[in-house]
């Protein structure tokens, strides 16, 4: 790191709380970003494989969206409005309905909740138990729901768990995921007789909450007739169902909404991350009018709704979603994408695919060798994480307009340090 360097990031160590995490693997001071590339204070180019964790599905600085931004802003658009009607966001509810709902026969309200995915899931929870009167919420092994207390109590993650402290994290039991308990085991018929055995311990569940892709989990991704299953597992026990497609959603596996395929009708959809377009804090929670009886200010919160994340969002939905041109894309890149992992899986014994879509990665069944790998990577110019439980998951989140050219160029790297790992791996055994 040169001396400069050094000396501008000692304010981080200095300053920032312990809870920081990404940076310590990939420390560099980043200073601008276009597209599918960063670039830091050196000049040093970076491929992004991570786009902000799948906040940033149609790039750094989007063009279109960047200059209606500065439009409104330098106009003097209203930049905090609390839930006041605003003239963005009755232009970002109208592309939403015309081209998001209407054309998938979706009625919904659209809640502004607080600015993050954990606030979507946090009102989630909280009107599944005023509907139904009932407390216990039924969420899935390996989820992640987001790191507010109602919301960690649905996340399996021991780590994240802990940062609870001595907090109660209950109401919630945790039930296997599709495939969690091995391919011969049928977790909804597990799910089912827990739930129909009145000696089981479990109190009748408010709602269902689960990924269709797990992010942080994984990259385990549910069948559409898993995701059938629990529906009509909900139904059955007057349950609500509760799709969370924040870090999934917005085109990340191959549709707006990653549930679209199995054609099941959530109760409310839990939306955050890349709604926004341009990376900006945006999170909302879809509800099915007969389930939306809260009072006035009943949930609230001061930024309940980010008007300059109004004016993005809707460039982002007439853009990228006013025809099926974008979803064509995607659906050709994750072919690609697919075969590019595959030539990293041959690489070392054992790994397998995992995922769908933009959102697929390879399990290469260590942590320790996923970590390494994505660490060589970053040498090289290459920002791409890990996830699951041990960490043994390389994930690729790619913004969804990569160049195919830049996502080759990007592999190759992923390729080469893979090899170079793999290779120092074996010479370290013997």
């Known amino acids: 790191m040169p001396k400069d360097m050094t000396q501008e990031t000692t304010i981080f160590t200095r300053r920032e709380s312990e809870a920081r995490s990404y940076c310590r693997g990939m420390d560099n001071m980043f200073v601008k970003a276009q597209g599918a590339e960063m670039f830091d204070q050196n000049g040093k180019r970076y491929i992004d494989f991570l786009a902000g964790c799948s906040s940033l599905n149609y790039g750094h600085n989007d063009p279109d969206m960047k200059s209606a931004l500065v439009d409104h802003i330098t106009n003097d658009g209203i930049a905090h409005g609390l839930d006041f009607h605003s003239d963005a966001k009755a232009a970002f509810l109208k592309a939403y309905e015309d081209h998001i709902l209407t054309p998938r026969g979706m009625d919904y309200k659209i809640m502004m909740t607080g600015p993050t995915g954990t606030n979507a899931v946090e009102a989630a929870i909280k009107l599944a138990r005023k509907v139904t009167g009932r407390r216990n919420v039924i969420s899935f092994t390996n989820g992640f729901h987001g790191m507010t207390m109602g919301a960690l109590s649905l996340t399996g993650n021991t780590d994240k768990r802990g940062g609870a402290g001595s907090g109660t994290l209950g109401d919630v039991t945790h039930m296997p995921f599709e495939g969690s308990l091995g391919e011969n085991v049928d977790t909804l018929e597990l799910i089912e007789a827990m739930l129909s055995n009145p000696s089981s311990g479990i109190d009748a569940p408010a709602a269902f909450i689960f990924e269709p892709i797990q992010g942080e989990g994984g990259l385990n991704a549910a069948s559409d007739a898993w995701m059938q299953g629990v529906e009509k597992i909900a139904r059955k026990h007057g349950a609500l169902l509760i799709v969370d497609d924040i870090q999934a959603g917005c085109g990340r596996s191959g549709s707006f909404f990653s549930f679209e395929a199995s054609g099941i009708k959530p109760d409310m959809i839990t939306q955050a991350k890349s709604l926004s377009g341009f990376g900006l804090p945006f999170a909302a929670l879809l509800i099915r009018p007969d389930h939306d009886i809260w009072k006035p200010a009943e949930h609230n919160g001061t930024f309940r709704g980010n008007t300059h994340a109004f004016v993005t969002a809707r460039i982002a939905i007439e853009k990228f979603w006013s025809d099926k041109t974008f979803e064509k894309e995607i659906a050709s890149k994750s072919v690609m994408l697919t075969t590019a992992l595959q030539e ?87």
Do not use: W
């Not at 695919?353 to 959102?359: E, H, T």
């Not at 996502?407 to 370290?428: C, Q, W, Y």
């Open 344 to 430: 990293v899986a041959d690489l070392v014994p054992g790994a397998s695919l995992k995922g769908r879509g933009m959102m697929q990665g390879v399990d290469v069944g260590s942590g320790d060798l996923a970590g390494a790998i994505c660490a060589r990577a970053y040498e090289h110019g290459l920002v791409i994480e890990t996830s699951g439980a041990n960490d043994e998951v390389i994930k690729f989140l790619a913004p969804l307009t990569i160049s195919s050219e830049l996502m080759r160029e990007g592999f190759d790297i992923l390729i080469s340090a893979t090899k170079e790992v793999v290779e120092s791996h074996k010479i370290a055994a013997e």
